[in-house]
């Protein structure tokens, strides 16, 4: 019996990481008291990575209050305009310091890391500000501990490593080789958004409770479309599979209501062999249920 911590030592360094089933996390910081529309995980980023979570979600801002500028290592993790905690602020370099710890101990693994500017403060995309704040103040001095390069690699290539999924464009075309696999953006409310290298599902407008059935059939049709597609051994093809949803304004379709909605819609029915990356929100249920199942698929 493997243990989750490590479970990717159990896979050859010659697999390309597109074609391994993954468990994601999202808003992966939201895991501290706050408001039950904002809160999305109940178990720490530790946590998260020690029972099998490779892919993390991660929404920044510049500081709530002074937000004019990023300075230095100021920037904090949100969830769209709301901060994580009810008091306080969770920074965005505390949540890369629990990933490089955890690479530190666990050598066979990796993480990939989805960056994306959230919040109300204004940026100046033009002159790359928010891509120069996170390269700056973030990467450029950690760099022996990213995944920086812009294809979809071998397992061998990224041990240890943070692999950087950049949720955000960059005007500059001569840094895009070198700042991650590019993923700024993909078509709002989407059940099959084909970008080439990446495939996302990220419906997420639920009108009632009712819709999280629908929900659930959009996941499960995903996984299918990365199984079947992952079996041919096609070209490398990140199948990017959300199982997030919201409506503010009915607490039938908060974080967690919608998490308890599709265990009940029993979607691990549709994992298997090469599923993609499925983004789960409170990832811990049932002693990590979904993480667990979908890790154990690589090994069927």
């Not at 896979?11 to 996390?25: F, K, M, N, Q, V």
């Not at 890391?113 to 450029?140: C, P, R, T, V």
């Amino acid at each position: 019996m493997f243990q989750y911590t490590t479970w990717l030592q159990n896979i050859s360094d010659a697999e390309i990481i597109s074609r391994i089933s993954i468990p994601g996390t999202h808003n992966s910081a939201a895991h501290h008291t706050a408001l039950p529309s904002v809160q999305c995980q109940d178990a720490s980023i530790t946590e998260q990575l020690q029972n099998g979570v490779r892919f993390l979600d991660i929404r920044v801002s510049k500081p709530l209050i002074d937000n004019k500028k990023a300075v230095n290592n100021d920037l904090i993790v949100v969830h769209g305009k709301f901060p994580l905690k009810l008091i306080g602020n969770v920074k965005l370099d505390t949540v890369l310091k629990d990933v490089y710890e955890f690479l530190e101990r666990n050598s066979s693994e990796f993480v990939i890391i989805s960056l994306k500017q959230e919040g109300s403060a204004k940026w100046n995309h033009e002159h790359d500000e928010f891509g120069d704040a996170i390269w700056n103040h973030y990467i450029n001095n950690n760099r022996d501990k990213w995944y920086l390069n812009d294809g979809i690699p071998n397992l061998q290539d990224v041990r240890g490593k943070a692999i950087l999924f950049r949720r955000f464009g960059i005007v500059d075309e001569s840094r895009k080789r070198d700042f991650g696999i590019e993923a700024s953006w993909w078509k709002y409310n989407c059940e099959n958004d084909d970008r080439g290298t990446i495939n996302v599902q990220d419906w997420c407008e639920l009108s009632s409770g009712q819709d999280i059935e629908r929900k659930a059939n959009f996941i499960k049709n995903h996984v299918y479309r990365a199984k079947e597609y992952n079996s041919n051994k096609s070209e490398p093809k990140l199948f990017v599979n959300f199982c997030s949803a919201s409506n503010f304004f009915d607490p039938n379709c908060w974080p967690a209501k919608i998490a308890e909605g599709l265990n009940k819609a029993n979607i691990e029915q549709s994992f298997g062999k090469g599923s993609g990356i499925v983004i789960l929100d409170y990832a811990e249920q049932d002693n990590w249920y979904l993480v667990r199942n979908l890790v154990d698929r690589n090994f069927q």
